[in-house]
């Protein structure tokens, strides 16, 4: 009987000493939800080194002057290159050196010189914007016959 009592009262010892360390590990119970929760907060601004520029931002050349409209982005040898179209309307790429954050747009190492000389990108002009149908009042223009319906009478 004494061996039962020692065997139980080391067996009650133990599991006392190991309750502070298993309340600890079990989860604490979510806090209550309050009446006016805290506002989410702004969105964080942009990471260093990371820029956001958009298709249509105007790309400048390093002599201050627009060189034209950024549309996209190239691979040529290896190397990324910009897509600008000219105020003339050329497509034609310029080199990343030198890019920067200029307000909405980004500036480039190249002059205008040098992006005039660039070779044009064959690629064509975006399209034009739709047209709007004829308003509900406006009369619809009359069909006229073509060469192949026979005249009715």
């Known amino acids: 009987m004494f061996a039962k009592t020692a065997l139980l009262t080391g067996a009650a010892v133990l599991m006392l000493s190991a309750a502070p360390a298993l309340a600890q590990d079990q989860m604490t119970p979510p806090a209550p939800a309050t009446q006016n929760p805290a506002p989410t907060p702004a969105p964080a601004p942009a990471a260093p080194g990371t820029m956001q520029i958009q298709p249509g931002s105007d790309v400048k050349g390093s002599d201050g002057a627009v060189l034209g409209k950024l549309e996209g982005v190239q691979t040529v040898a290896g190397a990324q290159q910009l897509k600008v179209r000219g105020s003339d309307g050329v497509l034609r790429g310029v080199s990343l050196a030198g890019l920067k954050q200029d307000g909405a747009g980004v500036a480039v190492a190249a002059t205008t010189a040098e992006f005039q000389a ?36």
């Open 118 to 153: 660039a070779p044009a990108i064959n690629e064509p002009a975006p399209a034009p914007a739709t047209t709007t149908p004829p308003a509900a009042d406006e009369p619809a223009p009359e069909a006229t016959p073509d060469a192949t319906t026979p005249p009715t009478a």
